[in-house]
């Protein structure tokens, strides 16, 4: 490997990546999970929050939002997930 690459490029990252190319004919870990966590809200419940937002309620406190979101979806989110 040229001298450039050996400072910047771990040998052991090097082989990690042509062993999964060698295995999977690609570079990418098909069965890596994505990092960080699972999503809280659906995409139909964030649209729920956006309409209770737009309409009418737009001076309620979080904790009635929260309230008015668990009697529409029936899930219970804390007020910091908002």
């Avoid at 400072?7 to 069965?31: A, F, P, S």
């Avoid at 999970?33 to 309620?57: A, F, S, V, W, Y």
């Avoid at 737009?58 to 899930?75: A, M, N, S």
Wanted: charged residues 25%; neutral net charge.
């Amino acid at each position: 490997m040229a001298r450039a690459f050996s400072d910047d490029l771990n040998k052991r990252t090097v082989d990690n990546i042509l062993q999964i190319y060698v295995q999977w004919g690609t570079v990418i870990n098909l069965w890596q999970k994505p990092p960080g966590r699972h999503k809280t809200l659906t995409q139909n419940e964030m649209k729920i929050l956006r309409e209770l937002i737009t309409k009418d309620k737009v001076d309620w406190y979080l904790d009635e939002l929260v309230g008015e979101l668990e009697q529409q979806t029936g899930k219970l989110v804390s007020i910091p997930t908002l």
